[in-house]
């Protein structure tokens, strides 16, 4: 089943931070962040493979509650650069191992 | 290092034509490979799976159809187009055995169906 992203579009002014948020309905084995410019791939950023698991490079950072099937990725003091649509991918314990189900997206967009 | 190739970048096909969109991966061996689709509003869809050669898995049912002929060949085709089928689909390959590891995305291809 498909994880839920919220939410669907965030403007920001350079400096800002935004809080992107990703829920499943199901227990979930890990969840991976991607980042797509317009008109290219997806890009890797981060897994969280346990629950409470955070990482962070840069100033993206990302955090795992397990318990309520949820993740969050932060962005601090957002740049330029940062815009982009991101992508949650959840591998939940009864689905196909392997596989991610990806959310909708939600599409930063970062002003001057 | 890895690459993953993908093509044709862009193709415009009337309804009820035939599809083909090939993926190659480079510098490395037995991969997973991917197929998805991008479509408005609907984020990353996972279309096929192979975790080796011959060996699909479909995650959705539809018109389309993947093979695997050898062990970095992906691909997609269809014997007839639908308007629903036009999207972005990339391609994607994952070094990982067992559980989900991180994606290389190919550049995609982007289908409009007329």
């Known amino acids: 089943q498909q994880p839920v992203q919220s939410p669907q579009a965030v403007i920001l002014r350079e400096g800002e931070d935004a809080v992107i948020n990703c829920s499943s309905s199901k227990a979930l084995y890990s969840v991976h962040w991607y980042r797509q410019k317009h008109g290219e791939a997806p890009v890797f950023l981060m897994i969280l493979l346990k629950g409470g698991e955070q990482k962070g490079h840069d100033k993206i950072s990302a955090s795992f509650n397990e318990k309520k099937q949820q993740s969050s990725l932060y962005l601090t003091a957002s740049q330029l650069s940062y815009s982009g649509t991101y992508f949650c991918?959840?591998?939940?314990?009864?689905?196909?191992?392997?596989?991610?189900?990806f959310g909708k997206g939600t599409k930063l967009s970062v002003k001057p | 290092s890895q690459t993953i190739h993908q093509w044709p970048a862009t193709l415009v096909q009337p309804v009820g034509s035939p599809l083909s969109l090939e993926c190659t991966v480079e510098g490395t061996s037995n991969p997973n490979l991917y197929w998805y689709r991008q479509a408005a509003g609907r984020g990353l869809q996972l279309l096929f799976y192979?975790?080796?050669?011959?060996?699909i898995s479909s995650e959705v049912p539809q018109n389309l159809s993947a093979s695997r002929p050898q062990d970095r060949q992906f691909i997609l085709s269809s014997k007839k187009l639908l308007l629903s089928d036009s999207g972005f689909y990339l391609c994607?390959?994952?070094?990982?055995?067992?559980?989900?590891?991180?994606?290389?995305f190919g550049e995609g291809s982007r289908l409009t169906v007329l």
């Open positions: 991918g959840t591998e939940d314990y009864g689905g196909s191992q392997g596989n991610l189900i």
């Open positions: 192979s975790v080796g050669i011959g060996q």
């Open positions: 994607a390959w994952s070094a990982y055995r067992g559980r989900a590891g991180e994606l290389f």
